[in-house]
């Protein structure tokens, strides 16, 4: 079955510095994934989406890499603000031109301290 | 401007009593979905409208039902709630339903079962 998997449930980082966050799928080829930000008792907020013919992605101090070999998404936070520290989902989504369900992995928190 | 709402914010239910959850949105979107998230869990999408067509996750219990009278509006019914049931329930709605579409959440409903 589709499994996704994302980096240790928690990643604590000095504010200026780089966060990368992982997410890592077996048994799936996704043609579409994307990244949600989730803060704490709020639903998901998309960011970005990346396509399996895409190498990376950015906008403005976020990078969103798509390794379809190792089967892996690497989403970094440039110049890391306190304001940043949330919950990151990634999400998966299935090509063509009917019903994409998207799954998402379980998150990771991010925390960024002054 | 919300564009997706979720009424109430909270819900206090009592075991076995039925609760029923609503979603409505701004943006006039053909797609709504239906999610269970539970305490550091992926959210769990339980089913989604495409349109008036409904579509149900193979392994969504019984107990779950939905609505969606009008393009606007979608509701969730548990019908017995269990002890198991208490989670946040986030709408979520998408243009389209393939796989690149980006979903905007609501901020969700958290049920509380006694």
């Known amino acids: 079955s589709q499994k996704i998997e994302q980096n240790s449930e928690a990643l604590n980082i000095q504010e200026g510095k780089t966060a990368t966050l992982t997410c890592n799928y077996t048994n799936y080829s996704p043609a579409y994934l994307q990244w949600y930000r989730q803060d704490p008792g709020r639903g998901p907020v998309f960011l970005l989406l990346i396509r399996e013919n895409e190498k990376e992605k950015r906008k403005e101090r976020l990078k969103v890499t798509f390794d379809t070999t190792l089967k892996q998404s690497l989403f970094h936070i440039t110049a890391s603000q306190p304001a940043d520290s949330a919950t990151y989902l990634c999400a998966l989504a299935a090509g063509g031109t009917s019903y994409g369900k998207l799954t998402f992995g379980q998150g990771t928190i991010l925390t960024v301290h002054p | 401007d919300a564009m997706v709402i979720q009424n109430p914010r909270y819900q206090v239910t009592q075991f076995g009593k039925p609760v029923t959850l609503s979603c409505s949105q701004t943006l006039n979107h053909n797609v709504m979905y239906w999610y269970q998230q539970k305490s550091s869990q992926a959210p769990k999408l339980l089913f989604h409208?495409?349109?008036?067509?409904?579509?149900n996750e193979a392994d969504t219990p019984d107990n779950f039902q939905s609505r969606r009278p009008n393009t606007s509006f979608c509701f969730l019914d548990i019908r017995s709630p269990g002890l198991g049931d208490a989670a946040m329930y986030l709408c979520?709605?998408?243009?389209?339903?393939?796989?690149?579409?980006?979903?905007?959440f609501g901020p969700g409903t958290r049920l509380l079962v006694l």
């Open positions: 979520a709605t998408s243009r389209g339903q393939q796989g690149q579409e980006t979903q905007y």
């Open positions: 409208y495409y349109d008036k067509d409904f579509n």
